[in-house]
């Protein structure tokens, strides 16, 4: 049992926080991509501001300030540095219901980037500084798996984090390999890069080799089984943690559940294949498309559901 | 404990103190507690006899206070000032483009009070709240007291606070003020009095708990050895009384604590009370009355609530019965309380208790209901409606504290002595158009207490204001917030008026050690 206004909270904390992880790393691959060749780094970038939705050649172009823009610039709504305000918000608002070792991780991240001297520190080195971002949101997580108990709450917060990160890959994907665009990403260097977007490059190595093709990358961050940040693995997870929280609702199955268990089918029975003869973006789509209906559906059932049905008779 | 002991035991305990602390403890650091900076005054000081000897529940903190240098000193200062801000023990100041978070300034020397004299204010603290308790009671009720001609009707009745919607309303216990925080002031010849009662939402104990546990680590060697009696309990006993407070026939009653949101300063509080308490934090738009039942809305539909720890307003509770422009509150709520299907805590109403005006017969009131002397005294109160005592009032203006009474916080108040003649030129002027609004004191010397200034330990004057808990029965926490007029000579403490924070040790009486847990 838990306030519906709290479930709220936690969820958009989990969506806040997987969006700052995911576009601080944009940002630092995008920096990453200006110490090699001059317009590898440009398509990294035009890659990492389209996935943000912003693809602005004129922008791309000066990779280093859009970089920064997209950790500190305010006025920009999916910048890191809001994501972590709206994080920190919430996560205030919730105070009672998140440990004092999860708070304090998020609240020490928070008073960091909204420090008077951010910008300094980002200039006087932008990697490191956005690599402790990353490390500190992994420290977050951390501290969240090992203090917080793994209840309804923290299903919300995984529940969050896990549809922000299938919408997240979809697009990034839809952005290299989507249709009718100016052609699909094939440069080997913009390749690594979009792995490293994906925090898959690693994994991707030990999976496939140095062998870096499209097919390839398509497979592992669409139907990878055990890779954390593909689209299938977040759909299984999404489906895991509404049938937790479910487990309480009156009456048949809860339509977030079936739509998730509806989008888990789809990504289990389609392969690679499919996806090489007919595009990819019919099923990144609908996997966008789908994650939005459970968003809804999340909210509806559980935090903005009608009274009178609830009411005691 | 003689004082060269004294640092000697500091040194093997402390595990605070590592090789590079003692490196930076050289005597040419300079040290910051010296004659020349600690100049008592007139008033009572906390740590230093008349004749400028050591009190002897003193002899520790002093000893330590002398062999740490300005710079560990100020180290600790900042650690604890970090693990403040870093807790998100903070009120907000917004500013107008930017919005920043500030700590309450919080001091790491602790104030010590022994035992004792610790059970003289417990003992008197607990007769006040009885006796205060049961004239709530006969107010909403017979109004024996009134009849009986011992506090003025209009007093009580016709005060803004008073709330009619609470006559002959069933409170559990006759417990009206569940929570209660008083504060006290020790005058010129260290007897502690009382200066105001608070019944209504008083705030603060998460700065008594915070402090402590920052004071656990500043000091963990002198905090072993002083024996201090625990405050950690609380949140259990809060809880305990709350529970209390729900009638028999609901088992495992629901509590909840309703804050008026994340944009209250005492919003921490708030959060921090729910989560040691593990009851839900629940805002006005969280709770639903249906049938005079009152509900939370949870992710698997309604839930009854039986208790509310409210923090918020009486005016602010409930828009159908009080303030309609409220948004902070629930409608209906009242309702379903006056229905006995919920019950809040505080009361509502119980601000008439704590009234300026009405504080002013506080001892009289002890003598009717209990037929007792008040173990705490009063200060000496001037009520301006009295024309002879506004006479004599306008006539002191430069030695008098005059307080408006529906005011708190420090707001509306003139301190004769520290005002310029204009400013109690006006003063006089707002009196005389309205004097059952003003009450008067006469200007009291705070006692001080060594606080970190700058590096140095000055004294500063401090107030106290310990927790009172009442639901089934009476229980006093044994510790407080001491509160600090942190500027030089100030008497004001309130937060808002540039007022810090202490943690307080309460000594627990050797021969009955606390057990260990």
């Given at each position: 049992m838990m306030l519906a206004r709290v479930a709220d909270s936690l969820y958009w904390i989990g969506r806040y926080l997987e969006r700052a992880e995911h576009f601080s790393r944009l940002a630092d691959v995008m920096l990453n991509a200006t110490l090699d060749r001059s317009d590898a780094a440009a398509q990294t970038a035009y890659i990492a501001l389209s996935a943000v939705g912003d693809p602005d050649m004129a922008r791309a172009a000066r990779t280093y300030e859009a970089a920064k823009a997209l950790v500190l610039d305010r006025e920009d709504p999916n910048s890191v540095v809001i994501s972590l305000s709206l994080a920190r918000e919430n996560a205030r608002q919730v105070r009672d219901q998140i440990t004092t070792e999860t708070w304090e991780r998020l609240n020490l991240l928070y008073l960091r980037i909204t420090s008077d001297n951010a910008s300094q520190a980002f200039e006087s080195g932008s990697s490191a500084y956005i690599h402790e971002i990353i490390a500190d949101l992994h420290q977050f997580k951390g501290a969240a798996d090992a203090t917080m108990s793994h209840g309804e709450g923290w299903r919300f917060l995984m529940l969050g984090a896990y549809l922000e990160r299938a919408q997240l890959i979809a697009r990034l994907l839809e952005v290299c390999f989507g249709d009718g665009r100016d052609g699909n990403v094939t440069d080997r260097i913009a390749l690594m890069s979009l792995l490293r977007m994906g925090c898959a490059l690693e994994p991707y190595l030990r999976r496939y080799t140095a062998e870096i093709e499209t097919r390839h990358i398509l497979e592992f961050l669409v139907f990878d089984e055990e890779f954390p940040r593909s689209i299938r693995f977040a759909t299984t997870l999404i489906e895991e943690h509404l049938v937790g929280v479910s487990r309480h609702v009156e009456g048949g199955l809860a339509t977030p559940e079936r739509l998730a268990g509806r989008l888990k089918a789809r990504l289990q029975y389609a392969d690679v294949d499919e996806l090489e003869s007919v595009g990819a973006s019919a099923l990144l789509a609908t996997v966008t498309s789908e994650c939005a209906r459970i968003h809804d559906a999340i909210f509806d059932t559980f935090v903005a559901y009608s009274l009178e049905m609830k009411l005691p008779a | 404990m003689k004082r060269e002991e004294a640092v000697q035991a500091e040194k093997e305990t402390d595990p605070d103190v590592t090789a590079t602390s003692l490196v930076t403890d050289d005597i040419s650091a300079g040290l910051p507690l010296t004659e020349a900076a600690y100049l008592p005054g007139q008033a009572f000081d906390e740590m230093y006899g008349p004749g400028g000897?050591?009190?002897?529940?003193?002899?520790?903190?002093?000893?330590?206070?002398?062999?740490?240098?300005?710079?560990?000193?100020?180290?600790?200062?900042?650690?604890?000032?970090?693990?403040?801000?870093?807790?998100?023990?903070?009120?907000?100041?917004?500013?107008?483009?930017?919005?920043?978070?500030?700590?309450?300034?919080?001091?790491?020397?602790?104030?010590?009070?022994?035992?004792?004299?610790?059970?003289?204010?417990?003992?008197?603290?607990?007769?006040?709240?009885?006796?205060?308790?049961?004239?709530?009671?006969?107010?909403?009720?017979?109004?024996?007291?009134?009849?009986?001609?011992?506090?003025?009707?209009?007093?009580?009745?016709?005060?803004?606070?008073?709330?009619?919607?609470?006559?002959?309303?069933?409170?559990?216990?006759?417990?009206?003020?569940?929570?209660?925080?008083?504060?006290?002031?020790?005058?010129?010849?260290?007897?502690?009095?009382?200066?105001?009662?608070?019944?209504?939402?008083?705030?603060?104990?998460?700065?008594?708990?915070?402090?402590?546990?920052?004071?656990?680590?500043?000091?963990?060697?002198?905090?072993?050895?002083?024996?201090?009696?625990?405050?950690?309990?609380?949140?259990?006993?809060?809880?305990?009384?709350?529970?209390?407070?729900?009638?028999?026939?609901?088992?495992?009653?629901?509590?909840?604590?309703?804050?008026?949101?994340?944009?209250?300063?005492?919003?921490?509080?708030?959060?921090?009370?729910?989560?040691?308490?593990?009851?839900?934090?629940?805002?006005?738009?969280?709770?639903?009355?249906?049938?005079?039942?009152?509900?939370?809305?949870?992710?698997?539909?309604?839930?009854?609530?039986?208790?509310?720890?409210?923090?918020?307003?009486?005016?602010?509770?409930?828009?159908?019965?009080?303030?309609?422009?409220?948004?902070?509150?629930?409608?209906?709520?009242?309702?379903?309380?006056?229905?006995?299907?919920?019950?809040?805590?505080?009361?509502?109403?119980?601000?008439?208790?704590?009234?300026?005006?009405?504080?002013?017969?506080?001892?009289?009131?002890?003598?009717?209901?209990?037929?007792?002397?008040?173990?705490?005294?009063?200060?000496?109160?001037?009520?301006?409606?009295?024309?002879?005592?506004?006479?004599?009032?306008?006539?002191n203006l430069d030695k008098l504290v005059v307080k408006a009474v529906g005011a708190s916080g420090g707001y509306g108040m003139l301190v004769g002595p520290h005002a310029s003649r204009k400013e109690r030129e006006a003063f006089a002027e707002a009196l005389k158009a309205d004097p059952a609004n003003y009450i008067a004191q006469p200007t009291i010397q705070l006692s001080t207490a060594p606080c970190l200034i700058d590096g140095r330990i000055e004294p500063r004057h401090v107030d106290l204001r310990p927790f009172i808990l009442s639901g089934e029965k009476i229980v006093v926490t044994p510790g407080a917030l001491t509160r600090v007029a942190l500027r030089r000579g100030s008497l004001v403490v309130n937060s808002s008026q540039g007022g810090g924070s202490k943690d307080t040790w309460i000594l627990a009486d050797d021969a009955a050690r606390e057990p260990q847990p």
């Amino acid at each position: 049992m838990m306030l519906a206004r709290v479930a709220d909270s936690l969820y958009w904390i989990g969506r806040y926080l997987e969006r700052a992880e995911h576009f601080s790393r944009l940002a630092d691959v995008m920096l990453n991509a200006t110490l090699d060749r001059s317009d590898a780094a440009a398509q990294t970038a035009y890659i990492a501001l389209s996935a943000v939705g912003d693809p602005d050649m004129a922008r791309a172009a000066r990779t280093y300030e859009a970089a920064k823009a997209l950790v500190l610039d305010r006025e920009d709504p999916n910048s890191v540095v809001i994501s972590l305000s709206l994080a920190r918000e919430n996560a205030r608002q919730v105070r009672d219901q998140i440990t004092t070792e999860t708070w304090e991780r998020l609240n020490l991240l928070y008073l960091r980037i909204t420090s008077d001297n951010a910008s300094q520190a980002f200039e006087s080195g932008s990697s490191a500084y956005i690599h402790e971002i990353i490390a500190d949101l992994h420290q977050f997580k951390g501290a969240a798996d090992a203090t917080m108990s793994h209840g309804e709450g923290w299903r919300f917060l995984m529940l969050g984090a896990y549809l922000e990160r299938a919408q997240l890959i979809a697009r990034l994907l839809e952005v290299c390999f989507g249709d009718g665009r100016d052609g699909n990403v094939t440069d080997r260097i913009a390749l690594m890069s979009l792995l490293r977007m994906g925090c898959a490059l690693e994994p991707y190595l030990r999976r496939y080799t140095a062998e870096i093709e499209t097919r390839h990358i398509l497979e592992f961050l669409v139907f990878d089984e055990e890779f954390p940040r593909s689209i299938r693995f977040a759909t299984t997870l999404i489906e895991e943690h509404l049938v937790g929280v479910s487990r309480h609702v009156e009456g048949g199955l809860a339509t977030p559940e079936r739509l998730a268990g509806r989008l888990k089918a789809r990504l289990q029975y389609a392969d690679v294949d499919e996806l090489e003869s007919v595009g990819a973006s019919a099923l990144l789509a609908t996997v966008t498309s789908e994650c939005a209906r459970i968003h809804d559906a999340i909210f509806d059932t559980f935090v903005a559901y009608s009274l009178e049905m609830k009411l005691p008779a | 404990m003689k004082r060269e002991e004294a640092v000697q035991a500091e040194k093997e305990t402390d595990p605070d103190v590592t090789a590079t602390s003692l490196v930076t403890d050289d005597i040419s650091a300079g040290l910051p507690l010296t004659e020349a900076a600690y100049l008592p005054g007139q008033a009572f000081d906390e740590m230093y006899g008349p004749g400028g000897e050591v009190r002897d529940h003193y002899n520790a903190v002093h000893a330590r206070l002398t062999t740490l240098s300005a710079e560990a000193l100020a180290d600790r200062q900042k650690t604890l000032e970090r693990s403040f801000l870093l807790q998100g023990i903070t009120f907000t100041v917004y500013g107008a483009e930017t919005t920043t978070e500030r700590i309450i300034p919080t001091d790491l020397v602790p104030r010590i009070i022994p035992s004792t004299e610790w059970d003289h204010i417990e003992a008197g603290l607990i007769q006040r709240l009885r006796a205060l308790n049961m004239f709530l009671d006969d107010i909403y009720g017979e109004q024996q007291i009134l009849m009986d001609g011992i506090v003025p009707r209009d007093l009580v009745l016709g005060a803004p606070s008073y709330r009619r919607e609470m006559q002959h309303l069933y409170v559990p216990h006759k417990a009206y003020a569940n929570v209660c925080g008083s504060d006290l002031i020790r005058d010129q010849d260290g007897a502690f009095a009382v200066l105001e009662d608070n019944l209504r939402v008083p705030s603060g104990v998460s700065y008594m708990l915070a402090n402590r546990d920052a004071a656990k680590r500043t000091f963990p060697g002198t905090f072993r050895a002083a024996n201090v009696r625990p405050v950690e309990r609380y949140p259990d006993l809060l809880l305990a009384t709350l529970k209390s407070m729900a009638p028999d026939w609901r088992p495992d009653p629901q509590v909840v604590v309703l804050t008026p949101g994340v944009y209250n300063s005492a919003y921490y509080e708030h959060a921090y009370l729910a989560r040691l308490m593990g009851a839900p934090l629940v805002e006005g738009r969280d709770l639903v009355v249906h049938e005079n039942m009152v509900y939370m809305r949870t992710t698997t539909g309604l839930r009854r609530v039986d208790v509310i720890y409210r923090r918020v307003d009486d005016d602010f509770i409930d828009p159908l019965t009080f303030r309609r422009d409220s948004g902070l509150g629930v409608a209906g709520l009242f309702n379903a309380y006056r229905a006995g299907n919920v019950v809040m805590c505080n009361a509502p109403g119980t601000g008439v208790a704590d009234d300026k005006a009405v504080y002013a017969y506080v001892p009289e009131i002890i003598k009717y209901y209990l037929g007792e002397d008040a173990i705490l005294p009063n200060i000496e109160t001037f009520l301006c409606r009295e024309p002879a005592q506004l006479s004599h009032v306008l006539g002191n203006l430069d030695k008098l504290v005059v307080k408006a009474v529906g005011a708190s916080g420090g707001y509306g108040m003139l301190v004769g002595p520290h005002a310029s003649r204009k400013e109690r030129e006006a003063f006089a002027e707002a009196l005389k158009a309205d004097p059952a609004n003003y009450i008067a004191q006469p200007t009291i010397q705070l006692s001080t207490a060594p606080c970190l200034i700058d590096g140095r330990i000055e004294p500063r004057h401090v107030d106290l204001r310990p927790f009172i808990l009442s639901g089934e029965k009476i229980v006093v926490t044994p510790g407080a917030l001491t509160r600090v007029a942190l500027r030089r000579g100030s008497l004001v403490v309130n937060s808002s008026q540039g007022g810090g924070s202490k943690d307080t040790w309460i000594l627990a009486d050797d021969a009955a050690r606390e057990p260990q847990p």
